[in-house]
């Protein structure tokens, strides 16, 4: 009797263990009828549980949040349930050319009523749907957007009297000063990978139509024009308006402590500048949008956007819309927004007051925004640049330019667009 007593307290305990220590799911899942979400963000799981419970009261349905830490396993655990009835009905993806490899599968929901029906109402910028759009149709529901503004430091602009550049010849004039004053002009992480940055930022100030002709695959990387556009960079390189790459932390100590004036960063920049340095937005420092070239072009502002998808098997499918009508809402927005200091919903508020100003002008009509070269072109052709962009970066040149060009080209002779 004794044995048996002890053998179903063993069973008892080992169970309440397993519950105890689920790890990676979150969310209220309370309601009977749970939504699965999977995601790569596994620190989104308290933020997830927020809007779950807000959604509860709402509808009669909740969310359970599965967040994986490592981004190879949980590709795979995505594509390996795909196209099974008990696939996760939303889960977290990439935008661009990385959606396009799923859409093609007919694995995920066409989601483009969803967008004419209930996103756009709720005052998300319809521009966004080029980025999660497929041979027409809409695949995504934006999770996040980040937009890529220069931030300076207003300690240093105010010291040697600049303001924030009206025009591209002004911002050549900052840089020259800065560099000249002993101070870095613009700040870089040593992330090769993310060497797009500059090149995206040069084509668009140059013409965005020829940034969009060139990730589409209608320009040669080697066209006159995209040769001029970067020659821009190699000249602000050689003249030393470039800080020496450093460590991501490393960049936002330069900036922070003033070594460095300005950093071409995404909203998620100010977390460091505010929790590690206490530097307090409109304070210390600011943000703009780098001019265009040619006066007569709006500016323009790249952006990462990561959507969510719905599973087309899932059968949570249709419980899976609802849920997402709930998520892309102000209300939603609001609370992912305070956590993570980014907005891309108009009025939706970070509680920080450059953030919230990214946010505005970004869905204003005075500037063009564009999907990020990551994102906007096929990865092969990607990888190549950044590989090669790097290099030229390390050792700018009128030659070295045209061979990293030329190299990109090649790949991208043999993409199918």
Sequence with gaps: MKKNLFLLFLVISISL?????????????????????YSDLADDGP???????????????????????DGQAYQTAVSQSLGKADSPGIFKWWSG????????TGEIADLTDEWEDYYVDAGINPELAEAFTVDGKVYGAPLSVLYNVVFYNKNVFDEYNLSPPETFDDFLEIAETLKNEGVIPLAVKNDGWASFVWLQLFLGAYDPDLYTDLVEGNVSYEDDQVVEALSVWQSMIEAGYFGEP?????????????????????????????????????EDYGMFVIPSMDDSTKPVIFYEASPLVVS??????EDAKKVLREIETKDSFEIYAKESKAAFVEGVKTGNEISDEINEVANSDDYILKLRY??????????TATENLWEFFYNPSEKSLRNALANIQKVADEEEF
Excluded: H, W
């Excluded at 997830?48 to 994986?68: A, C, H, P, R």
């Excluded at 050319?97 to 093609?104: D, I, Q, S, V």
């Excluded at 990551?374 to 990888?383: F, G």
């Design 374 to 383: 990551y994102e906007a072109t096929p990865s092969n052709i990607v990888d």
């Design 312 to 317: 087309e098997a899932s059968s949570q499918k």
């Design 47 to 69: 933020i997830v549980e927020q809007i779950s419970e807000e959604m509860e009261e709402k509808i009669d349905l909740s969310i359970k949040f599965t967040g994986y830490s």
């Design 97 to 104: 050319y990385r959606l396009n490899n799923l859409a093609a």
């Design 17 to 37: 263990l397993f519950v105890a220590c689920g790890g990676s799911s979150g969310g209220s899942g309370s309601s009977t009828n749970a939504v699965d979400y």
């Design 246 to 282: 450093v460590k991501a932390e490393n960049q936002t100590r330069q900036f922070a402590k003033g070594d460095a004036a300005m950093a071409y960063e995404p909203p998620i920049f100010i977390k460091g500048l505010e929790d590690d340095y206490g530097m307090e937005a409109n």
